[in-house]
């Protein structure tokens, strides 16, 4: 969203405004998302103000560096999926 622009409501709740933290975070599509991945990776992801740009998950915790890179490639993943499923909302129900 460009600077100056009305900010607009989320495309998938319609609730709250449309920004990345919403979006992939708290948003209740997100949020089910996340927790069913908690559910069956047995991971709890944390959100940290700098998420989107660094940790998204802590190392240690028992988890060794292997590990830790499999789940950074499947919040990759879980994210483009989120991300994707916004834009279907937002593009199909476009009114
Ligand atoms: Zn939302």
Redesign the pocket.
Known sequence: MELGMESEK???????E?DMK??FI?????GKFWKLAEEKIGIKFRYKEDGLNGKWLEEGEGRDKETTEKLKAFIAIALWWIWKNRNKMKFENFS
Do not use: P, W
């Open positions: 989320c495309y998938i709740c319609k609730e709250e449309d919403h979006t708290q948003c209740k599509f997100a």
